[in-house]
Protein backbone atom coordinates (compact mmCIF):
# COMPACT_ATOMS: atom_id res chain seq x y z
CA UNK A 1 0.00 0.00 0.00
CA UNK A 2 2.86 2.48 0.81
CA UNK A 3 4.14 2.10 -2.94
CA UNK A 4 1.45 2.51 -4.11
CA UNK A 5 0.58 5.30 -2.64
CA UNK A 6 3.68 6.97 -3.35
CA UNK A 7 3.18 6.65 -6.60
CA UNK A 8 -0.44 7.74 -7.13
CA UNK A 9 0.99 11.70 -7.31
CA UNK A 10 3.39 10.86 -9.89
CA UNK A 11 0.95 8.74 -12.42
CA UNK A 12 -1.48 11.80 -11.61
CA UNK A 13 0.86 14.07 -12.90
CA UNK A 14 2.01 12.37 -15.69
CA UNK A 15 -0.73 10.32 -17.15
CA UNK A 16 -1.79 12.93 -19.51
CA UNK A 17 1.72 12.90 -21.05
CA UNK A 18 2.05 9.19 -20.78
CA UNK A 19 -1.12 9.24 -23.53
CA UNK A 20 0.90 10.15 -26.01
CA UNK A 21 2.54 7.61 -28.05
CA UNK A 22 5.87 7.56 -28.74
CA UNK A 23 5.43 6.57 -32.43
CA UNK A 24 6.42 2.66 -31.69
CA UNK A 25 3.75 1.52 -29.31
CA UNK A 26 5.52 2.55 -26.26
CA UNK A 27 4.52 5.47 -23.96
CA UNK A 28 6.25 8.48 -23.41
CA UNK A 29 7.44 9.94 -20.46
CA UNK A 30 6.91 8.09 -17.53
CA UNK A 31 3.95 5.88 -16.38
CA UNK A 32 2.80 3.30 -14.56
CA UNK A 33 2.07 -0.18 -15.09
CA UNK A 34 -1.19 -2.35 -13.99
CA UNK A 35 1.11 -3.42 -10.91
CA UNK A 36 2.31 0.11 -9.65
CA UNK A 37 5.71 -0.02 -11.23
CA UNK A 38 7.05 2.97 -13.14
CA UNK A 39 8.11 2.67 -16.60
CA UNK A 40 10.23 6.12 -18.53
CA UNK A 41 10.95 4.76 -22.08
CA UNK A 42 12.55 1.62 -21.93
CA UNK A 43 13.71 1.57 -18.19
CA UNK A 44 11.55 0.20 -15.09
CA UNK A 45 12.30 1.85 -11.99
CA UNK A 46 11.23 0.91 -8.02
CA UNK A 47 10.61 3.21 -5.34
CA UNK A 48 13.86 4.48 -3.40
CA UNK A 49 14.96 7.45 -1.09
CA UNK A 50 17.83 9.49 -1.43
CA UNK A 51 19.54 10.34 2.17
CA UNK A 52 20.00 14.03 2.65
CA UNK A 53 21.92 15.50 5.44
CA UNK A 54 19.79 15.62 8.81
CA UNK A 55 18.14 12.88 8.21
CA UNK A 56 15.58 14.21 5.52
CA UNK A 57 15.44 12.02 2.25
CA UNK A 58 14.91 12.87 -1.26
CA UNK A 59 12.32 10.46 -2.29
CA UNK A 60 12.61 9.04 -5.93
CA UNK A 61 12.23 6.42 -8.24
CA UNK A 62 15.72 4.00 -8.84
CA UNK A 63 17.06 1.93 -11.71
CA UNK A 64 20.07 0.61 -12.77
CA UNK A 65 21.26 0.34 -17.00
CA UNK A 66 24.13 -1.96 -17.66
CA UNK A 67 26.50 -0.08 -20.06
CA UNK A 68 29.58 -1.71 -22.03
CA UNK A 69 32.93 -0.74 -19.64
CA UNK A 70 34.36 0.34 -23.73
CA UNK A 71 32.05 1.86 -25.70
CA UNK A 72 33.99 0.71 -28.40
CA UNK A 73 34.08 -3.14 -27.33
CA UNK A 74 30.39 -3.65 -26.71
CA UNK A 75 30.96 -7.35 -26.52
CA UNK A 76 33.20 -6.97 -23.23
CA UNK A 77 32.69 -6.59 -19.78
CA UNK A 78 29.52 -4.18 -18.82
CA UNK A 79 28.75 -2.10 -15.89
CA UNK A 80 25.89 -1.19 -14.41
CA UNK A 81 24.82 2.55 -13.94
CA UNK A 82 22.89 3.79 -11.15
CA UNK A 83 20.08 6.17 -11.80
CA UNK A 84 17.21 7.98 -10.73
CA UNK A 85 14.11 10.04 -11.01
CA UNK A 86 13.39 12.36 -9.11
CA UNK A 87 10.20 13.31 -9.94
CA UNK A 88 8.28 16.54 -11.27
CA UNK A 89 5.50 18.39 -8.93
CA UNK A 90 2.92 18.38 -12.02
CA UNK A 91 2.48 17.67 -15.71
CA UNK A 92 6.20 17.50 -17.07
CA UNK A 93 7.77 18.43 -20.22
CA UNK A 94 9.27 15.65 -22.43
CA UNK A 95 12.56 17.17 -21.76
CA UNK A 96 14.06 16.32 -18.50
CA UNK A 97 16.94 17.87 -16.59
CA UNK A 98 20.15 16.31 -16.20
CA UNK A 99 21.91 16.92 -12.82
CA UNK A 100 25.77 16.11 -13.69
CA UNK A 101 27.97 16.20 -10.23
CA UNK A 102 31.02 17.39 -9.57
CA UNK A 103 34.74 16.35 -8.42
CA UNK A 104 35.74 14.97 -10.45
CA UNK A 105 34.56 11.66 -8.27
CA UNK A 106 31.03 12.94 -7.08
CA UNK A 107 27.82 10.76 -6.81
CA UNK A 108 24.89 12.22 -8.38
CA UNK A 109 22.47 10.61 -6.27
CA UNK A 110 24.47 11.42 -3.10
CA UNK A 111 24.96 15.18 -4.04
CA UNK A 112 21.59 15.87 -5.03
CA UNK A 113 19.78 16.02 -1.83
CA UNK A 114 22.21 18.65 -0.83
CA UNK A 115 21.14 21.16 -3.81
CA UNK A 116 17.72 19.52 -3.60
CA UNK A 117 16.20 22.93 -2.87
CA UNK A 118 18.00 24.47 -5.60
CA UNK A 119 15.25 22.33 -8.16
CA UNK A 120 12.49 22.98 -6.49
CA UNK A 121 11.08 25.68 -9.03
CA UNK A 122 12.26 23.54 -12.15
CA UNK A 123 10.69 20.72 -11.07
CA UNK A 124 7.51 22.32 -11.16
CA UNK A 125 6.88 20.64 -14.86
CA UNK A 126 10.29 18.55 -15.41
CA UNK A 127 11.85 15.52 -13.65
CA UNK A 128 15.04 16.17 -12.79
CA UNK A 129 16.90 12.47 -14.02
CA UNK A 130 20.43 11.22 -11.97
CA UNK A 131 23.06 9.17 -13.22
CA UNK A 132 25.82 8.23 -10.96
CA UNK A 133 29.18 8.89 -13.28
CA UNK A 134 30.59 5.45 -13.84
CA UNK A 135 33.35 5.19 -10.88
CA UNK A 136 31.27 6.27 -8.48
CA UNK A 137 28.74 6.05 -6.41
CA UNK A 138 26.42 3.16 -7.07
CA UNK A 139 28.05 2.74 -10.76
CA UNK A 140 31.19 0.56 -10.11
CA UNK A 141 32.53 2.81 -7.84
CA UNK A 142 36.29 3.30 -8.39
CA UNK A 143 37.51 4.26 -4.28
CA UNK A 144 41.10 4.59 -2.82
CA UNK A 145 39.83 5.00 1.03
CA UNK A 146 44.18 4.83 1.99
CA UNK A 147 43.81 8.64 0.44
CA UNK A 148 41.48 9.64 2.66
CA UNK A 149 42.52 12.62 4.91
CA UNK A 150 42.49 10.71 8.07
CA UNK A 151 44.79 7.81 6.62
CA UNK A 152 47.10 10.64 5.60
CA UNK A 153 47.13 12.51 8.69
CA UNK A 154 46.78 9.28 10.82
CA UNK A 155 51.35 8.40 9.62
CA UNK A 156 53.61 12.18 9.34
CA UNK A 157 55.63 8.99 7.05
CA UNK A 158 52.48 9.69 3.89
CA UNK A 159 53.04 13.28 3.45
CA UNK A 160 55.81 12.32 0.82
CA UNK A 161 54.73 11.97 -2.90
CA UNK A 162 56.55 8.69 -2.78
CA UNK A 163 54.10 7.39 0.08
CA UNK A 164 51.35 8.75 -2.35
CA UNK A 165 53.15 6.93 -5.21
CA UNK A 166 52.90 3.61 -3.27
CA UNK A 167 49.47 4.28 -2.09
CA UNK A 168 48.13 4.91 -5.79
CA UNK A 169 49.91 1.92 -7.20
CA UNK A 170 48.11 -0.25 -4.18
CA UNK A 171 44.76 1.37 -5.15
CA UNK A 172 45.41 0.66 -9.15
CA UNK A 173 45.88 -2.85 -8.68
CA UNK A 174 43.52 -3.24 -6.33
CA UNK A 175 40.97 -1.94 -8.95
CA UNK A 176 42.50 -3.49 -11.74
CA UNK A 177 41.07 -6.86 -10.83
CA UNK A 178 37.59 -5.51 -11.88
CA UNK A 179 38.08 -2.81 -13.65
CA UNK A 180 40.04 -1.11 -16.77
CA UNK A 181 40.79 2.11 -15.67
CA UNK A 182 41.52 3.83 -18.91
CA UNK A 183 37.33 3.87 -19.40
CA UNK A 184 36.60 6.11 -16.59
CA UNK A 185 37.38 9.66 -18.51
CA UNK A 186 34.83 12.56 -18.87
CA UNK A 187 34.13 11.18 -22.51
CA UNK A 188 32.86 7.46 -21.30
CA UNK A 189 30.65 9.63 -19.15
CA UNK A 190 29.42 11.74 -21.80
CA UNK A 191 28.52 8.18 -23.60
CA UNK A 192 26.49 7.20 -20.85
CA UNK A 193 24.58 9.92 -20.21
CA UNK A 194 23.44 9.79 -23.88
CA UNK A 195 22.81 5.89 -23.65
CA UNK A 196 20.29 6.98 -21.15
CA UNK A 197 18.59 9.65 -23.05
CA UNK A 198 17.69 7.17 -25.55
CA UNK A 199 16.94 4.52 -23.36
CA UNK A 200 14.36 7.19 -21.85
CA UNK A 201 12.65 7.99 -24.92
CA UNK A 202 13.68 12.02 -24.43
CA UNK A 203 14.16 14.23 -27.18
CA UNK A 204 16.42 16.24 -26.19
CA UNK A 205 17.78 17.18 -22.22
CA UNK A 206 18.60 20.41 -20.15
CA UNK A 207 22.14 19.48 -18.58
CA UNK A 208 22.80 20.96 -15.04
CA UNK A 209 26.56 20.42 -14.51
CA UNK A 210 28.41 21.72 -11.13
CA UNK A 211 32.18 21.81 -10.53
CA UNK A 212 33.84 19.47 -12.54
CA UNK A 213 30.27 18.82 -13.84
CA UNK A 214 30.40 21.69 -15.73
CA UNK A 215 33.50 20.43 -17.76
CA UNK A 216 31.18 17.55 -18.78
CA UNK A 217 27.90 19.15 -19.41
CA UNK A 218 30.06 21.14 -21.74
CA UNK A 219 31.73 18.05 -23.60
CA UNK A 220 28.07 16.40 -24.04
CA UNK A 221 26.68 19.94 -25.84
CA UNK A 222 29.38 19.77 -28.12
CA UNK A 223 28.85 16.35 -29.02
CA UNK A 224 25.62 16.07 -28.98
CA UNK A 225 24.12 19.53 -29.74
CA UNK A 226 20.83 18.15 -31.72
CA UNK A 227 19.47 16.45 -28.18
CA UNK A 228 20.63 19.31 -26.34
CA UNK A 229 18.12 22.01 -25.02
CA UNK A 230 19.57 24.32 -22.32
CA UNK A 231 22.71 24.46 -20.36
CA UNK A 232 23.38 25.67 -16.73
CA UNK A 233 26.83 25.54 -15.71
CA UNK A 234 27.19 26.15 -11.96
CA UNK A 235 31.02 27.14 -10.48
CA UNK A 236 32.17 26.99 -14.43
CA UNK A 237 35.00 24.67 -15.59
CA UNK A 238 35.95 25.83 -18.84
CA UNK A 239 37.52 23.34 -21.52
CA UNK A 240 40.85 24.98 -21.59
CA UNK A 241 41.08 24.26 -18.00
CA UNK A 242 43.86 22.32 -16.53
CA UNK A 243 42.30 20.52 -13.44
CA UNK A 244 44.34 21.34 -10.77
CA UNK A 245 46.76 23.68 -12.40
CA UNK A 246 45.70 27.07 -10.92
CA UNK A 247 44.37 26.09 -7.57
CA UNK A 248 46.80 26.94 -5.57
CA UNK A 249 47.23 30.52 -7.17
CA UNK A 250 43.01 30.61 -7.02
CA UNK A 251 42.84 29.66 -3.35
CA UNK A 252 45.56 32.30 -2.17
CA UNK A 253 43.05 35.18 -4.86
CA UNK A 254 40.32 33.79 -2.59
CA UNK A 255 41.85 34.44 0.94
CA UNK A 256 43.34 37.39 0.13
CA UNK A 257 39.86 38.76 -0.22
CA UNK A 258 38.64 37.30 2.35
CA UNK A 259 41.40 38.52 4.75
CA UNK A 260 41.06 41.50 3.23
CA UNK A 261 37.34 41.90 4.82
CA UNK A 262 39.00 41.00 8.09
CA UNK A 263 41.66 44.09 7.97
CA UNK A 264 38.46 46.08 7.05
CA UNK A 265 36.06 45.46 9.77
CA UNK A 266 37.66 47.27 13.04
CA UNK A 267 36.41 44.63 15.41
CA UNK A 268 37.97 41.15 13.83
CA UNK A 269 41.68 43.49 12.94
CA UNK A 270 41.50 44.17 16.56
CA UNK A 271 40.50 41.32 18.73
CA UNK A 272 42.21 38.67 16.15
CA UNK A 273 44.67 40.37 14.16
CA UNK A 274 45.54 40.36 10.64
CA UNK A 275 44.64 36.67 9.52
CA UNK A 276 47.41 37.27 6.53
CA UNK A 277 50.17 37.82 8.92
CA UNK A 278 48.99 34.75 11.41
CA UNK A 279 48.93 32.47 8.75
CA UNK A 280 52.70 33.21 7.78
CA UNK A 281 53.38 32.36 11.35
CA UNK A 282 51.23 29.42 11.66
CA UNK A 283 52.77 27.99 8.04
CA UNK A 284 56.31 28.71 9.54
CA UNK A 285 55.82 26.55 12.49
CA UNK A 286 53.69 23.74 10.94
CA UNK A 287 56.16 22.87 8.56
CA UNK A 288 59.28 23.39 10.93
CA UNK A 289 57.29 21.03 13.52
CA UNK A 290 58.59 19.30 16.59
CA UNK A 291 55.14 20.17 17.74
CA UNK A 292 53.66 18.28 20.74
CA UNK A 293 50.24 16.08 20.84
CA UNK A 294 46.72 17.98 20.90
CA UNK A 295 44.16 16.54 22.95
CA UNK A 296 40.95 17.54 21.77
CA UNK A 297 37.57 16.55 20.78
CA UNK A 298 36.18 14.68 17.88
CA UNK A 299 33.45 17.01 16.29
CA UNK A 300 31.85 14.17 14.63
CA UNK A 301 32.07 11.14 17.06
CA UNK A 302 32.43 13.59 20.32
CA UNK A 303 35.36 11.43 21.45
CA UNK A 304 38.91 12.51 22.75
CA UNK A 305 41.31 12.57 20.57
CA UNK A 306 45.41 12.97 20.39
CA UNK A 307 47.65 14.11 17.02
CA UNK A 308 50.28 16.19 16.38
CA UNK A 309 49.70 19.47 14.74
CA UNK A 310 50.80 19.82 10.65
CA UNK A 311 50.87 21.50 8.21
CA UNK A 312 48.95 19.29 6.22
CA UNK A 313 45.70 19.69 8.59
CA UNK A 314 46.28 23.69 7.75
CA UNK A 315 46.11 22.77 3.95
CA UNK A 316 43.44 20.75 4.19
CA UNK A 317 41.21 23.34 6.18
CA UNK A 318 41.91 26.31 4.53
CA UNK A 319 41.24 24.22 0.98
CA UNK A 320 37.79 23.45 2.08
CA UNK A 321 36.73 26.55 4.71
CA UNK A 322 37.28 28.76 1.25
CA UNK A 323 34.88 26.83 -0.84
CA UNK A 324 31.93 28.87 1.41
CA UNK A 325 32.46 32.55 2.55
CA UNK A 326 30.27 31.29 5.45
CA UNK A 327 33.06 28.97 6.49
CA UNK A 328 35.69 31.13 5.76
CA UNK A 329 34.43 33.64 7.70
CA UNK A 330 35.70 31.53 10.81
CA UNK A 331 39.10 31.24 10.01
CA UNK A 332 40.49 34.80 11.49
CA UNK A 333 39.67 32.65 14.31
CA UNK A 334 41.32 29.50 13.66
CA UNK A 335 44.69 31.29 12.66
CA UNK A 336 44.33 33.58 15.67
CA UNK A 337 44.05 30.49 18.07
CA UNK A 338 46.91 28.47 16.21
CA UNK A 339 49.60 31.39 16.85
CA UNK A 340 48.79 31.29 20.10
CA UNK A 341 49.70 27.81 19.75
CA UNK A 342 46.15 26.87 20.35
CA UNK A 343 45.79 23.92 18.05
CA UNK A 344 42.35 22.14 19.29
CA UNK A 345 39.88 23.93 16.19
CA UNK A 346 42.25 23.23 13.82
CA UNK A 347 42.48 20.15 14.05
CA UNK A 348 38.93 19.57 15.32
CA UNK A 349 37.59 21.29 12.12
CA UNK A 350 40.10 19.33 9.84
CA UNK A 351 38.92 16.51 11.26
CA UNK A 352 35.47 16.77 10.66
CA UNK A 353 35.90 18.25 7.06
CA UNK A 354 38.35 14.76 6.43
CA UNK A 355 35.11 12.36 7.69
CA UNK A 356 33.00 14.16 5.44
CA UNK A 357 35.00 14.30 2.91
CA UNK A 358 36.53 10.55 2.71
CA UNK A 359 33.46 8.66 1.56
CA UNK A 360 32.20 11.18 -1.10
CA UNK A 361 34.80 11.02 -3.57
CA UNK A 362 35.81 8.54 -5.80
CA UNK A 363 39.60 9.06 -5.78
CA UNK A 364 40.39 6.25 -8.39
CA UNK A 365 37.61 7.98 -11.12
CA UNK A 366 39.22 11.19 -10.39
CA UNK A 367 42.78 9.93 -11.40
CA UNK A 368 41.38 8.35 -14.69
CA UNK A 369 39.38 11.50 -15.56
CA UNK A 370 42.22 13.78 -14.52
CA UNK A 371 45.29 11.54 -15.65
CA UNK A 372 43.78 11.04 -18.71
CA UNK A 373 42.75 14.57 -19.83
CA UNK A 374 44.92 17.39 -17.97
CA UNK A 375 48.20 15.45 -16.47
CA UNK A 376 49.88 15.33 -20.20
CA UNK A 377 49.50 19.49 -20.05
CA UNK A 378 51.28 20.18 -16.41
CA UNK A 379 54.26 21.72 -17.18
CA UNK A 380 56.77 21.45 -14.22
CA UNK A 381 56.68 25.02 -12.91
CA UNK A 382 52.78 24.88 -12.57
CA UNK A 383 51.01 25.61 -8.93
CA UNK A 384 54.73 26.11 -8.48
CA UNK A 385 54.38 29.42 -6.25
CA UNK A 386 56.50 28.97 -2.92
CA UNK A 387 54.83 32.08 -1.89
CA UNK A 388 51.29 30.62 -1.82
CA UNK A 389 50.03 27.94 1.09
CA UNK A 390 49.30 25.19 -1.20
CA UNK A 391 52.85 25.87 -3.19
CA UNK A 392 53.03 22.92 -6.19
CA UNK A 393 51.81 20.07 -3.72
CA UNK A 394 48.62 19.19 -5.66
CA UNK A 395 50.10 19.08 -8.84
CA UNK A 396 53.75 17.54 -7.83
CA UNK A 397 51.40 14.81 -6.26
CA UNK A 398 49.25 14.40 -9.25
CA UNK A 399 52.08 14.52 -11.65
CA UNK A 400 53.72 11.71 -10.17
CA UNK A 401 50.15 9.68 -9.67
CA UNK A 402 49.38 9.89 -13.08
CA UNK A 403 52.48 7.83 -14.07
CA UNK A 404 51.72 5.15 -12.24
CA UNK A 405 48.07 4.95 -13.30
CA UNK A 406 46.21 3.90 -16.31
CA UNK A 407 45.52 6.56 -18.99
CA UNK A 408 42.31 6.71 -21.81
CA UNK A 409 41.98 8.78 -24.95
CA UNK A 410 40.52 12.02 -24.73
CA UNK A 411 38.58 13.43 -27.43
CA UNK A 412 40.10 15.15 -30.34
CA UNK A 413 38.64 18.66 -29.84
CA UNK A 414 38.14 18.63 -26.15
CA UNK A 415 39.86 21.69 -25.54
CA UNK A 416 37.45 23.74 -27.69
CA UNK A 417 35.39 25.82 -26.35
CA UNK A 418 32.22 25.17 -26.46
CA UNK A 419 30.52 27.05 -29.59
CA UNK A 420 26.74 27.34 -31.51
CA UNK A 421 23.78 28.68 -30.50
CA UNK A 422 22.91 26.73 -27.28
CA UNK A 423 21.00 28.67 -24.87
CA UNK A 424 23.21 29.09 -21.64
CA UNK A 425 23.34 29.84 -18.54
CA UNK A 426 26.69 30.42 -16.06
CA UNK A 427 26.51 31.16 -12.60
CA UNK A 428 29.49 31.92 -10.06
CA UNK A 429 30.58 33.20 -6.54
CA UNK A 430 32.09 36.03 -6.15
CA UNK A 431 34.79 34.34 -3.83
CA UNK A 432 34.47 30.90 -5.37
CA UNK A 433 38.30 29.40 -4.26
CA UNK A 434 38.04 27.13 -7.54
CA UNK A 435 35.98 28.32 -10.12
CA UNK A 436 37.01 32.14 -10.04
CA UNK A 437 34.33 34.21 -12.01
CA UNK A 438 36.98 34.58 -14.95
CA UNK A 439 36.36 31.39 -15.77
CA UNK A 440 32.91 31.74 -16.32
CA UNK A 441 33.51 34.96 -18.48
CA UNK A 442 35.87 32.88 -20.39
CA UNK A 443 32.71 29.99 -21.52
CA UNK A 444 30.13 32.71 -22.22
CA UNK A 445 32.69 35.06 -24.41
CA UNK A 446 31.57 33.26 -27.67
CA UNK A 447 28.28 31.79 -27.39
CA UNK A 448 25.44 34.48 -28.47
CA UNK A 449 22.68 33.17 -26.58
CA UNK A 450 24.82 32.79 -23.03
CA UNK A 451 24.52 35.25 -19.63
CA UNK A 452 27.57 34.64 -17.15
CA UNK A 453 25.59 35.92 -12.88
CA UNK A 454 27.68 36.72 -10.31
CA UNK A 455 26.49 36.15 -6.69
CA UNK A 456 27.87 38.70 -4.78
CA UNK A 457 30.34 37.40 -1.68
CA UNK A 458 29.42 34.05 -2.32
CA UNK A 459 31.33 30.51 -2.59
CA UNK A 460 31.38 27.63 -4.55
CA UNK A 461 28.06 25.43 -6.09
CA UNK A 462 25.67 28.69 -5.40
CA UNK A 463 22.78 27.23 -7.41
CA UNK A 464 20.59 27.49 -4.14
CA UNK A 465 21.90 30.23 -3.51
CA UNK A 466 19.18 33.59 -2.55
CA UNK A 467 16.82 34.25 -5.75
CA UNK A 468 18.84 31.78 -7.71
CA UNK A 469 16.54 29.04 -7.69
CA UNK A 470 13.75 30.91 -8.99
CA UNK A 471 16.04 32.78 -11.86
CA UNK A 472 17.65 28.79 -12.61
CA UNK A 473 13.71 27.68 -13.43
CA UNK A 474 12.73 30.75 -15.45
CA UNK A 475 15.57 29.61 -17.60
CA UNK A 476 15.05 26.22 -18.16
CA UNK A 477 11.41 27.44 -18.38
CA UNK A 478 12.13 30.06 -21.43
CA UNK A 479 15.55 29.48 -22.04
CA UNK A 480 16.56 32.81 -22.44
CA UNK A 481 19.35 33.92 -19.82
CA UNK A 482 18.61 37.46 -21.89
CA UNK A 483 15.31 37.99 -20.20
CA UNK A 484 16.08 36.89 -16.87
CA UNK A 485 15.93 39.48 -14.16
CA UNK A 486 18.74 39.25 -11.95
CA UNK A 487 18.58 42.22 -10.06
CA UNK A 488 17.48 40.09 -6.80
CA UNK A 489 20.71 39.22 -6.50
CA UNK A 490 21.97 41.96 -5.51
CA UNK A 491 20.86 41.71 -2.22
CA UNK A 492 23.42 39.12 -1.41
CA UNK A 493 26.43 39.46 0.39
CA UNK A 494 28.98 37.37 2.23
CA UNK A 495 28.91 36.50 5.80
CA UNK A 496 30.98 39.23 8.27
CA UNK A 497 34.38 37.74 9.83
CA UNK A 498 34.50 36.83 13.25
CA UNK A 499 35.56 38.78 15.77
CA UNK A 500 35.73 36.32 18.42
CA UNK A 501 34.46 32.94 19.80
CA UNK A 502 30.71 34.39 19.88
CA UNK A 503 30.88 35.26 15.75
CA UNK A 504 30.45 38.44 14.18
CA UNK A 505 30.18 42.07 16.17
CA UNK A 506 27.09 44.21 14.96
Not at 11 to 39: E, F, I, K, M, Y
Not at 166 to 195: I, M, N
Not at 248 to 261: G, I, K, Y
Not at 390 to 399: N, P, Q
Request: glycine residues 10%; proline residues 7%.
Amino acid sequence: MKRLQYLLPLVAGTLLLASCDGGDGRQAGPHADAQGRLHYGELAFEPCSLPAPGGNAVEAQCTTLEVPENHDAPDGRSIALAIALVPAKGMAEADPIYMIAGGPGQSALESYPQIERAFSDARRNRHVVLIDARGTGGSNPLHCPDFSDEEMLADPGNDSIEAMVRLTEACRDRLQQSSDLRFYTTGDHVRDLELVRGKLGAPRINLVGVSYGTRVAQQYAATYPQHTRAVVLDSVVPNSLVLGRDHARNLEDALDAQFQRCRANEACLTNLGDPRQQLVLVRERLQAGGIAPVRYRDPVSGEWREEVPRYMHLVGLLRMYAYQPSMAATLPLVLHEASQQRYESLLAQSRMLSVQMSDAMAMGMGLSVSCSEDAAEFGEDDGGDDATVLGAVLTDTLRAQCEVWPRGARAERFREPLAGDVPLLAVSGEYDPVTPPRYGDEVVEGLPNARHLVLPGQGHSVLGTGCMPKLFAQFIETADAGSLDAQCLERLSAQPPFAGNYGWEP
